[in-house]
């Protein structure tokens, strides 16, 4: 399922690594002095999820971040479905990588509508396939009330379920979620907790979840890793 620690560095990270999903091998990040990861190392099988847990500021969301694309590591390499995406001297741009995204904060443009910000991946779809994910997203996460309003004229749980919506639009073959749950009322947790395991278990997507809440966490996986197992950094802050 899931492999760490420097023993794994060779035989057991390839043969993962050959059969898709996600392979970390010897990742470091360094913001200035402030090391943020160091020989982070760990592989996901295709189709598996996995949550990530650990204190804040132990380098979660910049793993994340450096699987999507949005930071390049300062060295190491990642891998998804046995293709090389980042290591040195080779950089895949992230619209490439057939990521789905969910940020801590749900980072909407806030010039765009509902309907907008959620087909926004598809628009390369035919009109009416991307009228239909549309009609089928907003529906399910109860926000087609929603479908022309802009960012600021909608609640935080419903703008958390517009980020969910255009993650899940392009059915993307990896889903990277950070902390997308925080701060909402237990039933809606529960709610869009449903939807976010039918979806990935739907698109057969590799998933990676970062949750501090261990009941989330076990609702969506019982594949956990303890991220400050992992990170070899000597500073990790509470």
């Known amino acids: ?25 010897n990742l ?4 200035g002095r402030h090391e943020v990861l160091k020989n982070i190392s760990f592989a996901l099988k295709a189709g598996d999820s996995l949550i990530i847990k650990g204190p804040s500021g132990c380098g979660k969301s910049t793993l994340l971040r450096i699987l999507a694309g949005l930071e390049i590591p300062d060295a190491g390499e990642v891998w998804l479905d046995s293709r090389v995406v980042s290591a ?12 789905g995204m969910v940020f801590q904060a749900p980072t909407l443009w806030p010039h ?40 600021d004229e909608i ?27 925080t701060n909402l009322n237990y039933d809606l947790k529960l709610h869009l907790l449903e939807h976010i395991k039918m979806e990935v278990e739907r ?13 989330e966490a076990g609702y969506i996986s019982s594949n956990i890793l303890r991220f400050e197992e992992i990170n070899q950094t000597s500073r990790i802050e509470d």
């Open 203 to 215: 698109n057969k997507s590799t998933m990676i979840y970062v949750t501090h809440d261990s009941e």
């Open 28 to 31: 470091d990040k360094s913001y």
């Open 88 to 99: 040195p001297g080779h950089y895949e741009l992230p619209w490439l990588r057939g990521i």
């Open 112 to 151: 765009m509508t509902v309907a907008e910000n959620i087909t926004y991946p598809i628009m390369n779809w035919p009109r009416d396939k991307r009228k239909a994910r549309l009609a089928g997203l907003l529906n399910m996460l109860e926000i087609a009330d929603k479908e022309a309003s802009f960012p």
């Open 155 to 181: 609640s935080g749980g419903q703008a958390r379920r517009v980020a969910l919506a255009r993650a899940f639009a392009a059915r993307p073959r990896f889903m990277l979620l950070d902390e997308p749950l």
């Open 1 to 25: 399922m899931i492999l760490k620690g420097k023993g794994y560095h060779t035989v057991n990270l390839a043969a993962v690594q050959d059969r898709g999903g996600i392979t970390v091998r």
